[in-house]
């Protein structure tokens, strides 16, 4: 579903993926270093670490999370990590360099789903207990879901939409798949001969044109109407607010009240 690492592809033929392009580019932790010196001068407070595999290699975060507790920083930090990456014994020093959020690509609730996206490589993993460690160290964490893989239907739709109800994350993004260029669902949905966006606003997830991809079992429309019905679902569950209310306050909890009164204009669904 991810089309990032298409722009480390080392061959141009016309199948290749961003599955197929393994490469990483990194910067120097002194590189990193300074420029979270220079937003320190300028008052940056808050910051997004924008690398996806941020928790991913010790020999680059330790440095750069280590100089930081240092140079006595206090930065409000969001940063990324994948559910397999993540090790209970760099919590720690993740939480006293700042990282009071982690982003968690958690995608689905079903194994077989997950198998399938992955290649297997999540179906090992403890998810449930990884969210537990990154919260017990003081951790905030953002889980990330999608609906509407190939092989989705409602019943694994569903799983999804209780595993997130049941890990209760601070926050959580809720996405219906899209067949970005440069992934692999885009050449398995040419491939398939499904239809795909052909305009920009057609691939924005809250968008009034927004036009997901269809699965082997049900229609991008009713992939949409899950996605929606979901969001809703999430956000309106008592025991989410209450959570909410009490590490953030009742500002937060009402700002969340009040986006639920919202409802997204979509062209698929008729309204």
């Known amino acids: 579903f991810c089309m990032i690492n298409i722009v480390n592809r080392t061959s141009y033929e016309e199948k290749i993926t961003a599955a197929n392009s393994k490469g990483m580019r990194f910067w120097s932790p002194e590189i990193i270093l300074k420029e979270f010196e220079k937003l320190w001068e300028f008052g940056v407070r808050t910051v997004r670490i924008a690398d996806e595999m941020f928790f991913l290699n010790k020999k680059y975060y330790i ?9 006595g920083f206090k930065f409000n930090l969001w940063a990324y990590a994948r559910v397999d990456t993540v090790r209970k014994d760099q919590l720690e020093l993740f939480k006293k360099a700042g990282v009071n959020w982690l982003a968690l690509g958690i995608e689905s609730g079903n194994q077989s789903v997950r198998i399938e996206i992955d290649k297997g490589r999540f179906q090992e993993v403890n998810i449930r207990q990884v969210v537990s460690d990154i919260k017990s160290s003081g951790i905030n964490v953002l889980g990330n879901y999608i609906f509407g893989f190939p092989n989705d239907d409602f019943k694994s739709m569903t799983e999804t939409l ?12 809720f996405y219906s798949a899209q067949a970005l260029p440069g992934s692999p669902l885009y050449l398995l949905a040419k ?7 052909t305009k920009y606003e057609e691939f924005a997830f809250l968008s009034y044109e927004c036009k997901p991809l269809r699965t082997n079992h049900i229609s991008a429309k009713e992939v949409l109407d899950f996605r929606d019905n979901a969001w809703k679902k999430y956000f309106s569950n008592p025991n989410y607010l209450n959570l909410i209310n009490d590490k953030f306050g009742s500002r937060a909890k009402n700002n969340i009240v009040d986006l639920t009164k919202i409802k997204l204009k979509r062209k698929i669904l008729g309204h």
């Open 191 to 197: 491939e398939k001969k499904w239809e795909i966006p």
């Open 162 to 173: 209780d595993l997130a109800l049941e890990l209760q994350c601070e926050h959580s993004n």
């Open 63 to 71: 440095p750069i999370l280590q100089g930081l507790v240092d140079r």
